[in-house]
């Protein structure tokens, strides 16, 4: 098992820049791809982005391509989510999901998520 834990959320300006981070712990954080997903209220939960097990492969909707950038650190079992260009239709709540999985991104295979960072962009 593992258990996640997201930080760095707040509210900020369109325009704006935040980095949120998700810290992990439990056995063998290297055999989970991670993904970090978003839900605003009303709204279905969508991925914003996805990292393999060691980190070289990453997958991102075209709604954040170009503009939010992940990365882990397998050492210290953390993932950090870059976001830049902030736009208010990205204010959600921000999630870090685990899945004992060999691939990027696959809907449906996250078993492992934190309890959320609220993220706020204001226009």
């Not at 290297?30 to 060691?54: C, D, H, M, T």
């Not at 709540?93 to 990027?104: H, I, P, Q, R, W």
Request: hydrophobic share 30%; aromatic share 12%.
């Amino acid at each position: 098992q593992v258990q996640l834990v997201e930080s760095g959320g707040g509210l900020v300006q369109a325009g704006g820049s935040l980095r949120l981070s998700c810290a992990a712990s439990g056995r063998a954080f290297s055999r989970y791809a991670i993904g970090w997903f978003r839900q605003a209220p009303g709204k279905e939960r969508e991925v914003v982005a996805g990292i393999s097990r060691r980190g070289g492969s990453t997958y991102y909707p075209d709604s954040v391509k170009g503009r939010f950038t992940i990365s882990r650190d397998n050492a210290k079992n953390t993932v950090t989510l870059q976001m830049n260009s902030l736009k208010p239709e990205d204010t959600a709540v921000y999630y870090c999901a685990a899945a004992d999985y060999s691939g990027t991104y696959t809907r449906g295979v996250y078993d492992y998520w934190g309890q959320g960072t609220q993220v706020t962009v204001s226009s």
